[in-house]
């Protein structure tokens, strides 16, 4: 992928078998992204308008940015992402510019899918009237948002997904119709969808026949996927410990890993 100035570009190449569980929110993802742009004409006919943003909330690690990139494969779009606390750490003036040169970007390369991580750092919510008068940066990149949000009217094939972890710190204006219509949680894997993922990041991986991921995925209450994926590093990393030249990585290994290894996920994060 080409990296300029904090905007990524890449043909995305996670697909939705690469993600574990989460069978439904695919389902609503492939309608709300994938079927305006592959079948626009369908759309057409039938008089629908499609939604333009899509957020998607829930704990860290849990693939949100992994799905809306297998969104932007399956619809073969080009994939757009930009960082909110990266556009909100930059100087005066240059985050608004370098939001409206990556919608520029999108509508020339459409069908295009642009991701926003951490939107809330972008959309933080307006506390009514500040006393000094001055607009913040956060008031400006918003504004900027709804602006290049409200003119996507005329560009088609243009779908903005935006991710957080803090639903509640964004602006409302953001929910508006005609914005983000589409609100998706994102939940951490309960134990099926943990077997899931552990099948999935061990795919690549030589494993011992005494290997039982079902039993694994038990034991992994409250990991979330990125902590799975490092899970099965960390097991072929103590296989490899033992013996560099190790033919395949065993129970034992992954025994090893889980001891080592905290969830991140809390009990209350996820009830
Ligand atoms: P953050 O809020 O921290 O940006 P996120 O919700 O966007 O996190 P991702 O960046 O998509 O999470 O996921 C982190 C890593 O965990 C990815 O590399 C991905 O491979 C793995 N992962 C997370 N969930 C799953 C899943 N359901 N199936 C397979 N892999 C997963």
Same mark, same amino acid.
């Given at each position: 992928?080409? @990296? ?14 690469? @993600? ?21 004409? *369908? ?88 006393? *000094? ?24 094939? @243009? ?104 969830? *991140? ?7």
């Amino acid at each position: 992928p080409s @990296i300029t100035r904090g905007v990524t570009k890449e043909l995305s190449i996670v697909t939705w078998d690469d @993600i574990g569980g989460l069978k439904d929110l695919k389902r609503k993802l492939q309608q709300a992204v994938e079927w305006p742009i592959k079948h626009a004409n *369908s759309f057409a006919r039938l008089g629908i308008s499609p939604i333009r943003g899509v957020l998607l909330h829930g704990p860290p690690g849990c693939s949100k940015t992994t799905l809306a990139k297998a969104a932007a494969h399956a619809a073969q779009a080009s994939f757009f992402s930009l960082s909110g606390a990266e556009l909100y750490s930059k100087y005066v003036g240059e985050g608004e510019a370098l939001l409206r040169r990556t919608f520029q970007k999108a509508r020339l390369a459409a069908p295009s899918v642009l991701f926003f991580d951490e939107a809330d750092a972008i959309a933080p919510k307006r506390h009514g009237g500040n006393s *000094s008068g001055n607009v913040t940066v956060g008031e400006r990149l918003l504004s900027t948002l709804l602006t290049e949000m409200d003119g996507l009217e005329l560009a088609t094939g @243009i779908i903005v997904l935006a991710a957080t972890n803090r639903p509640h710190a964004i602006d409302a204006a953001l929910l508006r119709p005609g914005r983000f219509d589409l609100v998706l949680y994102v939940p951490p894997p309960d134990a099926e969808g943990r077997r899931e993922i552990l099948r999935i990041h061990t795919r690549k991986m030589k494993l011992g026949t005494d290997v039982d991921l079902d039993l694994m995925a038990e034991r992994t209450d409250l990991f979330t996927g990125a902590d799975l994926q490092g899970l099965c590093r960390e097991a072929g990393m103590a296989a490899l410990r033992e013996d560099i030249a190790a033919d395949a990585v065993y129970d034992r290994h992954f025994q090893i890993a889980r001891a080592s290894l905290r969830p *991140s996920l809390t009990r209350s994060m996820v009830e």
